[in-house]
Each structure stands twice: as C-alpha cells, then as structure tokens.
C-alpha cells in the first residue's frame, strides 16, 4: 500500500482513486526438511508390579526403525523416478545432519517392496496376462550376486500392456537368470 499523504503529494490533494490491486504470484523454494518426531507412550502397571502394558504405538513400518512412510516414499521417489543414486541421497541427507546410509536404504527399498509393494505388482502382473496382447523385452545385464559365477550373463524383462483409453498402461520389470521363454 502508498500512504495517502504520498498519494496527496504526488497527485495532489484528493486527485487520486484507488484501482483493483495488481496480482503478483511467485514460487518460492523451500529445501527438504526433517522433522524428529517424539512420542510419548503411556506405560502402566498394577500395583504388586506382576503386569505391564502400553498405551498404542503410531503404526511402524518396522519395528524399532526410524523408517516413516513418508521418509521411504521420499527415497523411493528420489532414487526409481529422479535417478538420484542411494550414495547421493546418503550425501545431501549427510548435508543436512542426518545419517542414513546408503546400505540402510537399499534395506528399506527392500523389505518395503517385499512387505508392501509386491501385493501391487503381483495384482498388476494379473491384470498384465489378462490382456489380449503385451510387449516384452529383455536386456542383458551383470550380476555378481544370483548364485552363479561373476559375469554370468542375467536378464532384466519388462512386460508392457498396449496403451488404451481409459485403461492405466501396466508397465512390469522381472529380474530373470535366463532368457527361456518361460518368462
């Protein structure tokens, strides 16, 4: 807002009207943030001390883990759709005083897709060999660790449903051994 004094003086006194304000929007940045979160659980006990028991804990992913929903999605996120690599997530969370390391991570991207995620590609894998027709494609990768010697040669398929309106496409990548036909 101008002063109606300087209003006055620039224009004079009662020479002036008031016009609908200018809208100006801008984005700001705000760099990620974490948050400690600290909760209290209730701890009771009868009187001869022979019985314990706790108020309710908030859901975990894990027992006794730092690891929140929104700390592994953000990980998740950052490393399968931004191509960030655990080791420089494991920096700039270094950068901001929080120690997690990049082995933690490949843990966490582990056990949720084992305890969570695998329930969504396995009901996508249903729906994908419903379809009267799909693309699959193989690329030839290196695995040190599957059971076999270092430089045994691995396969990485992907299985894509065609694209159709209305339908969501269903996209599927499979680690195999080989290249049978089986997959």
Known sequence: EISE???NSRFGEGNWKRLPDQIITKLEHIPASFVAVTYKIG??????????????KPYELWQNS??????VASI???KYINAVPLYRQEQAYADNNVNISRATMANWMIAASEKYL????????K??????????DETR??????????????????????????????????????RSTEH
């Open 127 to 136: 729906k994908l060999i419903e379809q009267k027709y799909l693309h699959a």
């Open 43 to 56: 701890v009771y006990a009868a009187k001869d001390n022979q019985t314990i028991i706790r108020a309710d």
């Open 141 to 178: 990768v290196e695995v040190s660790k599957d059971g076999r010697k270092t430089g045994a040669q691995s396969y990485m398929w992907v299985y894509r449903s065609r694209k159709k309106e209305g339908v969501p496409q269903i996209v599927l990548y499979d680690y195999q051994k080989t």
């Open 118 to 125: 695998k329930y969504y590609c396995e009901a996508m894998h």
């Open 5 to 7: 004094e300087e209003l």
């Open 76 to 78: 998740m996120f950052s």
């Open 66 to 71: 730092i690891a929140t929903p929104s700390l």
